[in-house]
């Protein structure tokens, strides 16, 4: 009789397992779409065309709305494509934007800046930096930021972000040996650098990258031909 009991109790934990993971989802791609525009028009102020939307089901579910910024203006030839991400709730009764990836044409050029000013600040004026796959942890994938991201702008300054958004990041630094001559060696030039950034940080974290190059080879690399130059050598450091 134990064991029927076991038995039994064993295949209805096991029924509603199949039950819970098979729960139906209801996706609603008007709403979202809707919800999509709204956000980008409210917050970024820009009006979106070409939207195709698709549905994510598995630890998360959301609807993916992707579409081109529809501008007016002759100027603008923005011709990427974008995304909205409408996550779903309560079996669908829920939706709601949670991220976008449209706000990584804001930031890119704003932590570069930022970070830009740092190097110069101590003394390197002469160098090449690219920041890549921002990771904000609330996002949960690179480049894509939640609808509380704030929109860069002049009275904000780079610590705001580390310190109310947890983000994790690529830097990538290219300079002329010139540079290391200021700072004695290869190494301490990487540490210094490192060491001045760090600064910015809270509990945020940085791969940073610095390429060095010839100083009759660093010419080519700003003037965007890199294939004429090549580092002679790479430094790492996690901050």
Known sequence: ??????????????????????KKYHYDDNKAIRLAIEYMNDKYGKGIRDINAYHVGMNE????????????????TDEKTYEVRVYIEDDGKTHYVKCDNYMNTLFVPFIEEGIGQVLKQNGINDYMLTIDDIYQFEARENNYYT????????DT????????????FYCYVAIPDSVKAQISTSQKCIDYIGDKIELLFDDDH???IIDMYYDSEFGSIKDENPGNGKSYVSYKKFI
């Open 1 to 22: 009789m134990k064991k029927l009991i076991a038995l039994m109790t064993t295949a209805a934990l096991a029924t509603g397992m199949l039950s819970s993971c098979s």
């Open 61 to 76: 579910h959301y609807i993916g709305v992707e579409f081109k910024l529809d501008e007016s203006a002759p100027n603008e």
């Open 147 to 154: 609808t509380d991201y704030r929109i860069p702008d002049q």
């Open 157 to 168: 300054d780079l610590e705001f972000y580390f310190k109310n958004y947890k983000l994790n």
């Open 206 to 208: 940085m791969h940073l």
